[in-house]
């Protein structure tokens, strides 16, 4: 599976984006699906994930309530939508899928996309 992350870019505090990964392949329904992030200096952290079907999630804390994950298996995709933005959240967001299923352990993805830069300005 190659992975493909786009959509980031700079935005104001309180803004949103949305994220999007685009799969090859046509095993991509059998991988739940994860975004990461990480800052510089920092070392690359859970954001959320999704199961093969769509149909669970699963959020850090730190974006709860803001950001939302979703799947569409008919286009190898899949999103990330993110609202109320601030700068905290300024990293180089990462797609990944794990075919173990859910999970918030990066070791545990078994690809990885290039990553796409989030700014969030104040």
């Known amino acids: 599976v190659q992975l493909q992350a786009f959509g980031g870019g700079l935005v104001q505090a309180r803004g949103s984006l949305r994220l999007s990964c685009a799969a090859s392949g046509r095993t991509f329904s059998s991988y739940a699906m994860g975004w990461f992030r990480q800052a510089p200096g920092k070392e690359r952290e859970f954001v959320a994930t999704?199961?093969?079907?769509?149909?669970?999630?699963y959020y850090a804390d730190s974006v709860k309530g803001r950001f939302a994950i979703s799947r569409d298996n008919t286009k190898n995709t899949v999103y990330l939508q993110m609202n109320a933005l601030n700068p905290e959240d300024t990293a180089v967001y990462y797609c990944?899928?794990?075919?173990?299923?859910?999970?918030?352990?990066?070791?545990?993805?078994?690809?990885w996309g290039q990553g796409t830069q989030v700014t969030v300005s104040s």
């Open positions: 990944a899928a794990a075919g173990a299923g859910m999970t918030r352990r990066v070791t545990a993805y078994d690809y």
């Open positions: 999704i199961g093969w079907t769509g149909g669970s999630t």
